[in-house]
T-cell receptor
């Protein structure tokens, strides 16, 4: 089955600087890669996603890049703010193949230092 | 986006008793729902895929007789933790996809249920 690895496990960034979180996946058939933000005790919230037919996607301060050949994708947050502090999870899925479960990475605890 | 509601938000039960958790899609029909378990400071681990009108598909290592899943309607899936023990204490979260939406791939999560077995 799919295996998703995520690094780093913790990340502290000065407010206003950029944060980068990286994930690798094992199944070359995976075609959908969402990123979730989870605050303590809350549900995961989708912040951005990318499909395998796209190399990069951006939404204001958040961007995701995908390298299908290397099987890795990254989350980039620019101009970080204190409210960006949370745990971030990447995930991978083979959407449209009848088995659409998400396999999650191990998570990154991002702390924005004011 | 679509709304998935989970109930209860938290529950405390005695060891040996059973607990039922409900997951509802409020404004859409979900033929498939997913149940995850999340231990403190860990990732979400898929337990099973709940299929409306048929048996659930369990992930390797998850005991189907201990974690009973019923998906009797297109808007409701239930997870029953039978004979709960302290090691079953965890955060249980369900998710579903709204296939009517513009982005069919997006999964929506319930608010989660924190189960504490004493």
């Amino acid at each position: 089955g799919e295996n998703v690895e995520q690094h780093p496990s913790t990340l502290s960034v000065q407010e206003g600087d950029s944060a980068v979180i990286k994930c690798t996946y094992s199944d070359s058939a995976s075609n959908y890669f969402p990123w979730y933000k989870q605050e303590l005790g809350k549900r995961p919230q989708l912040i951005i996603d990318i499909r395998s037919n796209v190399g990069e996607k951006k939404d204001q301060r958040i961007a995701v890049t995908l390298n299908k050949t290397a099987k890795h994708f990254s989350l980039h947050i620019t101009e970080t703010q204190p409210e960006d502090s949370a745990v971030y999870f990447c995930a991978a899925s083979k959407f449209g193949f009848g088995n659409e479960k998400l396999t999650f990475g191990t998570g990154t605890r991002l702390t924005i230092i004011p | 986006g679509a709304v998935v509601s989970q109930h209860p938000s938290w529950v405390i039960c005695k060891s040996g008793t059973s607990v039922k958790i409900e997951c509802r899609s409020l404004d859409f029909q979900a033929t498939t729902m997913f149940w995850y378990r999340q231990f403190p400071k860990q990732s979400l681990m898929l337990m099973a895929t709940s299929n409306e009108g048929s048996k659930a598909t369990y992930e390797q290592g998850v005991e189907k007789d201990k974690f009973l899943i019923n998906h009797a309607s297109l808007t409701l899936s239930t997870l029953t933790v039978t004979s709960a023990h302290p090691e079953d204490s965890s955060f249980y979260i369900c998710s579903a996809r709204d296939r009517r939406g513009a982005d069919l791939a997006e999964a929506f999560f319930g608010q989660g249920t924190r189960l504490t077995v004493v």
